[in-house]
Nanobody
Framework: QVQVVESGGGLVQAGGSLRLSCSVSELNLDYYSMGWFRQAPGKDREGVAC????????YYVDSVKGRFTLSRDNAKSTLYLQMDSLKPEDTATYYCAAEPHRGLRACIPSRYTSWGQGTQVTVSS
């Protein structure tokens, strides 16, 4: 397993933006799939956006398409999630996860084994 550390959460008004960062201890992420997941109180953890690092193929859950964007920095082994047009229903703890995998792995929490501690995102109405 690799170490995963998230940052960038916070409190924002509806319509605002936040950028989450996820740093990973692995220097070469070419054969990793990584993703952002979120869990709201009383709800199951869900996959928000995932990426196959080398090829850059992405997946976004329907509820965030057109609003959230993944990007990555190879030199820093860091994955970013740009979140725009935030809605109150985006409020959750956001987790980053990584899994050795050729290409994009299914964006399902059980498919990932290295997790960060989570960062809180709160969107006020």
């Amino acid at each position: 397993q690799v170490q995963v550390v998230e940052s960038g959460g916070g409190l924002v008004q509806a319509g605002g933006s936040l950028r989450l960062s996820c740093s990973v201890s692995e220097l070469n992420l070419d054969y990793y799939s990584m993703g952002w997941f979120r869990q709201a109180p009383g709800k199951d953890r869900e996959g928000v956006a995932c990426i196959g690092w080398k090829g850059g193929i992405t997946y976004y859950v329907d509820s965030v398409k057109g609003r959230f964007t993944l990007s990555r920095d190879n030199a820093k082994s860091t994955l970013y999630l740009q979140m725009d047009s935030l809605k109150p229903e985006d409020t959750a703890t956001y987790y980053c996860a990584a899994e050795p995998h050729r290409g994009l792995r299914a964006c399902i929490p059980s498919r990932y084994t290295s997790w960060g501690q989570g960062t809180q995102v709160t969107v006020s109405s």
